[in-house]
């Protein structure tokens, strides 16, 4: 059974920034691309960021583009979100997915091709 732990979520003022962690168990965590997905109040659940297993291709929705940045250490099993110029849209709660190994549609934006989820971890962006 695989579980994603997160953390690193807060409060922060307009403008500040956060660097969210996801522990990952099990020993496969390199080998799965990975992904961020936020919620904010009354909304439906998005895509943030995803990362192949290296680490080597990375893709951002449009609205944090320039101010986050998705990254890896497949040697301690975690995946980070670093969110720069946070802004009060962003207030949401955080969710890092794993993606699963047998869809191969290409659509890393679509969180019904991630089988696996962490709780949540909540950041809010005071203006």
């Known amino acids: 059974q695989v579980q994603l732990v997160e953390s690193g979520g807060g409060l922060v003022q307009d403008g500040g920034s956060l660097r969210l962690s996801c522990a990952a168990s099990g020993r496969t965590f390199s080998s799965y691309v990975m992904g961020w997905f936020r919620q904010a109040p009354g909304k439906e659940r998005e895509f943030v960021a995803v990362?192949?297993?290296?680490?080597?291709?990375?893709s951002y929705a449009d609205s944090v583009k320039g101010r986050f940045t998705i990254s890896r250490d497949n040697a301690k099993n975690t995946l980070y979100l670093q969110m720069n110029s946070l802004r009060p849209e962003d207030t949401a709660v955080y969710y890092c997915?794993?993606?699963?190994?047998?869809?191969?549609?290409?659509?890393?934006?679509?969180?019904?091709?991630?089988?696996?989820w962490g709780q949540g971890t909540q950041v809010t962006v005071s203006s």
């Open positions: 997915a794993r993606k699963r190994a047998t869809d191969s549609s290409g659509r890393y934006y679509d969180q019904g091709t991630y089988d696996y």
């Open positions: 990362i192949n297993w290296s680490g080597g291709y990375t």
